[in-house]
């Protein structure tokens, strides 16, 4: 095992459940690898709407996992990119110096995280680091949707509900790099964006309802969760494909519980397929995602920044909703 320092260092937890107001730095021991983790430098990392979940507690029922009067898991933060600094003697992937990215369970809004080597895939050369740590869950979340669920190929028709966010930026590159024909659906603020990003239509909320279009779509992608099972599937074709990745309506109780189930008893009787995703992180999807970045179709949109210091700042707004991509923190020397 190569040897990291054990000093201390500083990461942000999250005490008790509550929004970007009860996080506080702390110092903490510097983390060293077990037998087939790898430590890691942490140069960048992103928001993503799991961080707002465990960080809130909601929907409550989440809390049956993750501690039900505060979080079991106080250090934060999910997706990263850096260097690593340590592995542990099984691991043969990765060695010092290396520039990965990737998911990891918690304790990416810290200077070292620790995890295992599976969780990790190498930065592409052409690559900056924030641009890595914007991609892990959006991208493998767009990616499996689209690639395996939707099963998305040349000349189909594909609408994405959410086409301006974290996912959805991914999700309208993923699209057209997989030969379809993309509509996208996003507020009057992000149409350029999404339409600069390869959307062939895209439809602003605001003015128009793609649920009273004529058009009908092989697959849909839903990242939204703001209209009803009937008005999807009223503009999906009679064998297109529906994708759920946001659930409708909110409810901070049971959260997706009742959506899913709707979902999975309707796909039973009609020849039309609903499914909802779950993403599984994967490191042969990071690195697919890293090859399409490094071919140029696949670049993360990202909106804000924020220096690792102001992880509140960045969490309160993150929470607003709306953005425009991803929301990335930085490291700096």
């Known amino acids: ?16 459940y509550g929004g970007g107001e009860v996080l ?18 942490v140069r960048a990392a992103s928001l993503c709407s799991g961080d707002l979940h465990l960080l ?55 200077e070292y995280v620790r995890a295992e080597a599976g ?22 979340t767009a990616l499996q949707g689209l690639r395996d669920i939707g099963r998305v190929g040349p000349g189909q ?36 964006m999404v339409r600069g990003i390869g959307a062939d239509v895209v439809i602003d909320y605001t003015t128009a309802d793609f649920a009273d279009s004529p058009v009908r ?3 849909i992608f839903d990242l939204a969760g703001n209209r009803s099972l009937r008005e ?21 109780w049971l959260g997706p519980v009742r959506w899913l189930a709707a979902v999975a008893l309707t796909n039973l009787f009609t020849r039309q397929t609903l499914k909802a995703l779950l993403m599984r992180p ?9 090859g399409l970045a490094t071919e140029g179709s696949l670049r993360p949109v990202i909106q804000r920044r924020f220096p690792l210091s102001q992880v509140p700042e960045a969490v309160t707004t993150f929470a607003e909703g709306h953005a425009s991509g991803k929301t990335v923190l930085y490291v700096a020397d």
């Not at 095992?1 to 008790?16: E, N």
């Not at 959410?162 to 993309?182: C, D, E, M, P, R």
């Open 1 to 16: 095992m190569t040897d990291v320092d054990t000093a201390s260092m500083t990461a942000w937890v999250a005490p008790r």
């Open 24 to 41: 506080c730095a702390e110092v903490v021991p510097r983390p060293t690898p077990g037998e087939r983790d790898v430590v890691v430098r």
């Open 56 to 110: 809130t507690g909601t929907p409550y029922l989440l809390r049956l996992g993750f501690g039900v009067r505060k979080p079991k898991h106080r250090m934060i933060g999910q997706n990263l990119a850096g260097e690593v600094v340590a592995v542990g003697d099984l691991v043969t992937e990765f060695g010092v110096g290396d520039r990965v990215f990737g998911e990891v369970p918690s304790g990416a809004f810290a």
């Open 119 to 140: 969780a990790f895939a190498r930065v592409p050369a052409s690559m900056g680091l924030e641009d890595a740590a914007a991609i892990p869950d959006s991208g493998m």
């Open 157 to 192: 028709r594909v609408l994405i509900n959410g086409a301006s966010g974290g996912v959805g930026s991914f999700a309208v590159q993923i699209a057209k790099g997989l030969g379809a024909h993309v509509t996208a659906v996003c507020s009057t603020r992000h149409v350029e």
């Open 217 to 219: 779509y092989d697959a």
């Open 232 to 252: 999807f599937r009223r503009v999906l074709t009679p064998e297109g494909v529906f994708i759920s990745s946001a659930a409708a309506p909110h409810d901070n």
């Open 282 to 290: 994967s490191a042969a999807d990071l690195d697919h995602l890293a």
